[in-house]
Antibody
Framework: QVQLQESGPGLVKPSETLSLTCTVS?????????WGWIRQPPGKGLEWIGH???????YYNPSLTSRVSMSVDTSKSQFSLKLSSVTASDTAVYYCATLGRTFEYSNSWYYFDFWGQGTLVTVSS | DIQMTQSPSSLSASVGDRVTITCRASQSISTYLNWYQQKPGKAPKLLISAASTLQSGVPSRFSGSGSGTDFTLTISSLQREDFATYYC?????????FGQGTNLEI
């Protein structure tokens, strides 16, 4: 069973860059999987940030694309998120997750099947 | 972006009730629709993928249906552990979106 663990600073200053890492265990990060990030501001709903494939292809939320980047480090079984120029509105619990897939004929259905426990990142001076 | 709208936003129910939550997409998404359950302080849990495929280990009282723009999540007989917030999420486009959530409370 895949296990995910987020890590990174819990406090980031406004205008700086938020950096988080997700460590994967129980599954090869080199496998045909996509790896995603989702966030949840306190008391609010879920927001998809983006995901990255095992080949390095990235897909970002259009509202964040100018500030976000993701990468995979297969040697460490980790994938990472960077969000630049943060403001207070970026304060949230950040989750990493695996993007599972079911396929039939030429169609593929994707879903977030395994999640990390989440890490709260507060943006404040 | 494809907008996902859930209704109701909150719902009061009792143990044993049959409950239905609706999710509507702003355009047709075929069956590219997933449902998640989230309890306070916990990560979301995948319940149903592809609109109606129940995930392994999820009780059979949960079911999903729909295609195109209109989808439903039904809990046939509410149990105490089902009180939580439920989210739909579309994966039709490469820009994923979640519904705003439905808070199911006693």
């Amino acid at each position: 069973q895949v296990q995910l663990q987020e890590s990174g600073p819990g406090l980031v200053k406004p205008s700086e860059t938020l950096s988080l890492t997700c460590t994967v265990s129980g599954h090869s990060i080199r496998s045909d999987y996509h790896w995603g990030w989702i966030r949840q501001p306190p008391g609010k709903g879920l927001e998809w940030i983006g995901h990255i494939s095992h080949t390095g292809s990235t897909y970002y939320n259009p509202s964040l694309t100018s500030r976000v980047s993701m990468s995979v480090d297969t040697s460490k079984s980790q994938f990472s998120l960077k969000l630049s120029s943060v403001t207070a509105s970026d304060t949230a619990v950040y989750y990493c997750a695996t993007l599972g897939r079911t396929f039939e004929y030429s169609n593929s259905w994707y879903y977030f099947d395994f999640w990390g426990q989440g890490t709260l990142v507060t943006v404040s001076s | 972006d494809i907008q996902m709208t859930q209704s109701p936003s909150s719902l009061s129910a009792s143990v044993g009730d049959r409950v239905t939550i609706t999710c509507r997409a702003s355009q047709s998404i075929s069956t590219y629709l997933n449902w998640y359950q989230q309890k306070p302080g916990k990560a979301p849990k995948l319940l149903i993928s592809a609109a109606s495929t129940l995930q392994s280990g999820v009780p059979s009282r949960f079911s999903g249906s729909g295609s195109g723009t209109d989808f439903t999540l039904t809990i046939s007989s509410l149990q105490r552990e089902d009180f939580a917030t439920y989210y739909c999420q579309q994966s039709y486009s490469s820009s994923y979106t979640f519904g705003q959530g439905t808070n199911l409370e006693i």
